[in-house]
């Protein structure tokens, strides 16, 4: 089992920036795909960004690509996604994720996920 906390959610103008992290324990996450997911209130949860076992291999949404940066770092077991320039259809709910799978793009693919935090960018 992996148990995954995110932090670093909060209000920002348009514009501005947030690291979001998110915290692994139970298991190293060297030996899974990490991803992030966000859901904005009445939609349903979208992929924002994903990151392969290595850290070698990225993909974004293109709706955050060049904005957001996804990163890892296996030895301290945590992922970290920073945003820039944000907007506020960035506005949601963040969940990291844990995939068996190198790494992945949809929902299903993952195994383990966070209870999330929220990201409010106001206008």
């Known amino acids: 089992q992996v148990q995954l906390v995110e932090s670093g959610g909060g209000l920002v103008q348009a514009g501005g920036s947030l690291r979001l992290s998110c915290a692994a324990s139970?298991?190293?996450?060297?030996?899974?795909?990490m991803g992030w997911f966000r859901q904005a209130p009445e939609k349903e949860r979208e992929f924002v960004a994903t990151?392969?076992?290595?850290?070698?291999?990225?993909a974004y949404s293109d709706s955050v690509k060049g904005r957001f940066t996804l990163s890892r770092d296996n030895a301290e077991n945590t992922v970290s996604l920073q945003m820039k320039s944000l907007k506020p259809e960035d506005t949601a709910v963040y969940y990291c994720a844990a995939t068996n799978r190198v790494w992945g793009l949809r929902q299903n693919d993952y195994n383990y996920w966070g209870q999330g935090t929220q990201v409010t960018v106001s206008s």
């Open positions: 139970g298991r190293t996450i060297s030996g899974y795909g």
């Open positions: 990151i392969s076992r290595s850290g070698g291999n990225t």
